[in-house]
């Protein structure tokens, strides 16, 4: 976060998004339609959630705005529509490696 003090309308917006990604199979659908466009069958196959579990969170996530949807004859088809969310993925995911890599380099020292 940048030194700017945030209202607490915008607080309230980024703490939203942080709850929309603290669902893990979120992130699985997120990381499967980063790869290419999918319907909820696909989906379903691919992440192996039930096909109202995963309903529900692309329902979330059309909401939000981080998935958009396209119909394609009866199906509707989706792909991620916000792709700063690979951005903020890939901060996170560095700092953990980060952390773990000092935790384990911490835990070569003690045997």
Known sequence: ???ELLSDEALAMVAGRFRLL???TRLKI???LG???MNVTELVETTG???ANVSKHLGALL???VVARRKEGLNAIYRVADETIFELCDTVCARLKTQL???QNALAGTF
Do not use: D, F, I, K
């Open 30 to 32: 997120l990381q499967t």
């Open 35 to 37: 790869r290419e466009e």
């Open 49 to 51: 959630a039930g096909q």
């Open 1 to 3: 976060m940048s030194n």
């Open 101 to 103: 890599e000092n935790r």
């Open 63 to 65: 909401e939000a705005g």
């Open 22 to 24: 603290a669902e893990p």
